[in-house]
């Protein structure tokens, strides 16, 4: 490479630098770099902070080509020939990788709450890269920090909350502290004042005890006198209730001696007015129930001796039917023992047929009676049958066997019976 001679322009619109370089013995004119301040605005969009947590920072820096020869010398090796828009995109890249490496490093409340410092950190880190190119940052400042996650909100609600807190803390103790100090103060008032009414009570009380003394001697004499006065008033009254009491015993005499002669005037009222109706009203009952007692005597006599004629002729009946009846038992009876066994059957023989009369009594309702048997011959052994246990039957009943009876004893004894 050839030697390099540096010019200034300084004319027209802006400032430029102007060099000449030789290239292999050839020198190249025309080609400049300004100098001028450049403004950039570097921005990192959802880095990760030391937390994890992604924010976007935007910045404001400014920047300028150095004037040093050996810096200026750098920068025209970097920049010369190129644009500002060139230049601009070269710086606020370097810018924004330094920003991006830092915002790695820090919190968000680092970075929210100190924006100068981080700054100034930014600045730090990244004029030592810029400068070899011929770079000057003239300053950086930190223009927005937000998120999408509201994380910078809720931080600063937790700020804002901690110092409401703080704030409210400060009011709690302040009144406290004012409320200790009155409280101070109006104990210091209540200890004088309570020693002021102390002595004033003492005065009161020695004012009132002397009062209380003067007023004792005072009543003492009052009630002496008041009590010597009511004492003589009793006496008086006492006299005057003993002449009411006289009075009253003269009035009660005469008010009994009446109320005799009311009782005397009233019996005979009464005696007049009720006593006598009421006993001429009882004999009378009295009479007419002795005239029905006494005929309901009479009639029961009446009754009584016509029964009794009844009775006796009546018995004289029965008397005279049982003497017949007697008589005729007792000739049965001499009858039945001349005769024995013969009588007692005669007497069985005489019951049969009402026996049998019983017995046949439903049968006599009854208008047809119809035997189903195949054979002629089974009718007559039924009948045959019910014969033979007549004897049976009557045995049971009487004793009488008639098995034992001959027909000519029975022959001889039913025309007698």
């Given at each position: 490479l050839g030697g390099c001679s540096l010019g200034c322009d300084r004319g027209g619109s802006g400032n430029s630098l102007i060099k000449t370089k030789a290239v292999a013995g050839h020198e190249v004119k025309g080609k400049g770099i300004t100098l001028e301040i450049m403004t950039l605005q570097p921005k990192c969009e959802d880095v990760e902070t030391a937390e994890g947590v992604a924010i976007t920072v935007t910045g404001v820096a400014q920047v300028k080509v150095m004037t040093?020869?050996?810096?200026?010398?750098?920068?025209?090796?970097?920049?010369?020939?190129?644009?500002?828009?060139?230049?601009?995109?070269?710086?606020l890249q370097t810018l924004e990788g330094h920003?991006?490496?830092?915002?790695?490093?820090?919190?968000?409340?680092?970075?929210?709450?100190?924006?100068?410092?981080?700054?100034?950190?930014?600045?730090?880190?990244?004029?030592?890269?810029?400068?070899?190119?011929?770079?000057?940052?003239?300053?950086?400042?930190?223009?927005?920090?937000?998120?999408?996650?509201?994380?910078?909100?809720?931080?600063?609600?937790?700020q804002t909350a901690a110092v409401q807190r703080d704030a409210d803390i400060g009011v709690a103790e302040a009144e406290r502290d004012a409320g200790i100090r009155e409280a101070e103060c109006k104990k210091e008032m209540m200890d004088v004042k309570f020693i002021a009414d102390t002595k004033m009570a003492d005065s009161k009380r020695?004012?009132?005890?002397?009062?209380?003394?003067?007023?004792?001697?005072?009543?003492?004499?009052?009630?002496?006198?008041?009590?010597?006065y009511e004492l003589q008033a009793a006496k008086e009254q006492q006299k005057i209730r003993l002449e009411e009491i006289e009075i009253e015993v003269v009035q009660r005499k005469k008010?009994?001696?009446?109320?005799?002669?009311?009782?005397?005037?009233?019996?005979?009222?009464?005696?007049?007015?009720?006593k006598r109706p009421a006993e001429a009203e009882a004999y009378k009952m009295q009479q007419l129930a002795e005239g029905q007692k006494m005929k309901k005597v009479l009639t029961a006599q009446a009754e009584a001796e016509k029964i009794r004629c009844i009775g006796e002729a009546e018995a004289a009946s029965i008397e005279a039917v049982g003497k017949a009846e007697a008589e005729k038992m007792r000739l049965k009876a001499e009858a039945y023992q001349q005769y024995g066994e013969a009588a007692k059957t005669a007497l069985v023989l005489d019951a049969l047929p009402k026996i049998a009369g019983k017995v046949a009594a439903p049968l006599a309702k009854t208008n047809e009676i119809v035997i189903l048997s195949g054979e002629g011959s089974r009718v007559t052994g039924e009948v045959n049958r019910l014969l033979a246990e007549l004897p049976v039957s009557v045995n049971a009943l009487t004793g009488v066997d008639l098995t034992k009876v001959t027909l000519d004893r029975l022959d001889w004894f039913l025309p007698h019976a």
């Open positions: 040093e020869n050996e810096l200026l010398g750098y920068a025209c090796e970097q920049f010369l020939g190129k644009s500002v828009v060139e230049i601009k995109s070269v710086i920003l991006r490496a830092i915002l790695g490093t820090l919190t968000v409340e680092q970075i929210y709450q100190d924006r100068d410092k981080f700054a100034s950190l930014v600045r730090e880190v990244a004029a030592p890269d810029v400068g070899r190119m011929g770079i000057e940052i003239l300053s950086f400042t930190i223009k927005d920090v937000y998120d999408k996650v509201e994380y910078l909100s809720s931080l600063g609600k937790t020695e004012l009132e005890m002397q009062k209380a003394s003067f007023n004792q001697e005072v009543n003492t004499k009052k009630a002496e006198a008041q009590l010597a008010q009994i001696t009446i109320e005799e002669k009311e009782i005397d005037r009233t019996e005979k009222e009464l005696i007049a007015t009720v």
